[in-house]
């Protein structure tokens, strides 16, 4: 018996490890795991718990919870998917090199019908790649100087009039700055009615990128189309024009005159490629502008020092001289401010991906279709990587330990600009126009807090009361204040 026994054994046995090792060799990614994690609640998931953290001030505090259980790479269940996220700046870098290759961007319906099938944020594969490269040749930094640089202080000096005592919400101000200048810039609009006019169309074309797609009247989807609507119309008058003022042309219409005299585009491409570029310089410009006065409020040491700066380059005391490019480059500190500014308050705090087929990374496999979420601030607010991290300390990026990391083309750990194939083509200008605005805000007003506020980063950046500050025309330096910051 105990013989028989041993030969049924042997003859599930054996065929069972012929059957295993069959299967290894076949299918060698089984070695592999998928990231680990939890699932959290029925249907919900984790959605209640990741909004929560990304609707505050400190948007990383859900993904620490979860690195500290199963490490900087790992799987939760967000808003009904499966989803890898990761707070490892080697595998987030290794995301956006592989752009189009391994991985392609996945983005809501709405933002998607809104920012338009020709639209370089959401193209894909080559379009996409030439897309980006005709906006990346037309904002390099050679050209910033002669096609920029004068444009930007006229708007910003012209936006920014306001009186003795007046109370404004920062917020709006900023958007409103940012706006005039997309529309000057890449439309070559000038006039104050129209400028106006096409601020509040974006205005409403940006609230409906990230809401529900119900097209009926009231809803904020289906005002943002009908703002969509009347901009394509207001982009496709303006090419009309200036085809028909062909002799004239580079003497107008902005950065949409360059794309028609230098590039071959279809005009439904250069409409939606247009729209793309005021959603996309908006985005950053306003609400970088809004964050650094908000944390140099909380500053008063940073503030000093960013104002002794910018008060050398004053050409006059009326401030109606433009400064020069070479004023611009000696705008150190400022760029300090702006460094930090961005690694706590930057605008795409996280970013997300879908695998185009089964991506191998180190020990784990994760399956074609999965969505992956580089989570870009759990970077920037690793006290490992940055000491004091939810600190407002613009002088860290004085110290020859951060150089390296602050290398925003190319850092795995400070990628404020995203990276590889979807960099910012418009980082540079984004930084250029931010820095003119501290500069003529700073050295033109001094102002007072009204009323408390916060950082909150769903549905997007914002401080959640607009930034309420009473306004005062500066006559003389500011009067020293604390030295630490808050």
Partial sequence: MREILSIITWAFVIPSLLYIIFLRKKNPERKYKFPPGRRGWPLIGDSLQWYKAVAGSYPPEFVYQQVNRFGKIFSCSLFGRWVVVSADPNFNRFIMQNEGKLFESSYPKSFRDLVGKNGVITLQGDRQRKLHGIA?????????????????????LQTLKFHDNQIIFLQDVCRKIAINLMVNQLLGVSTESEIIEMAQLFSDFADGCLSIPINLPGCTYHTAMK?????????????????????????????????????????????????????????????????????????????????????????????????????????????????????????????????????????????????????????????NLYKGALNFDPWRWMDPQYQEKRNWRSSQFYSPFGGGGRFCPGAELARLQIALFLHYFLTTYRWTQLKEDKLSFFPSARLVNGFQIGLMRRESHFENGASECN
Wanted: aromatic share 8%; with cysteine; net charge negative.
């Fill in 136 to 156: 990346s040749n037309i904002m390099r930094l050679d050209k910033l100087k002669f096609h920029f640089l004068d444009d930007i202080q006229l708007v910003i």
């Fill in 227 to 383: 703002a969509r609507e009347n901009i394509i119309r207001k982009i496709k008058k303006t090419i009309e024009k200036h085809r028909g003022s062909r002799s004239k042309a580079g003497n107008g219409n902005g950065v949409l005159g360059r794309i028609l005299n230098e590039e071959n585009l279809g005009d439904e491409e250069v409409a939606d490629f247009i729209i793309n570029l005021l959603f996309a310089g908006n985005e950053t410009t306003a609400k970088t502008m809004l964050f650094a006065v908000y944390f140099l409020s909380h500053c008063p040491s940073a503030l000093q020092q960013l104002l002794d700066e910018q008060d050398k380059l004053r050409k006059n005391p009326m401030g109606n001289e433009f400064l020069t490019w070479e004023d611009y480059k000696n705008m150190s500190f400022t760029q300090c401010v702006i460094d930090e500014t961005l690694r706590i308050g930057g605008i795409a705090i996280w970013l997300m991906r879908v695998a185009k087929e089964d991506v191998i990374y180190q020990e784990y496999m994760i399956p074609k279709g999965r969505a992956v979420i580089p989570f870009l601030s759990a970077v920037h607010l690793d006290e």
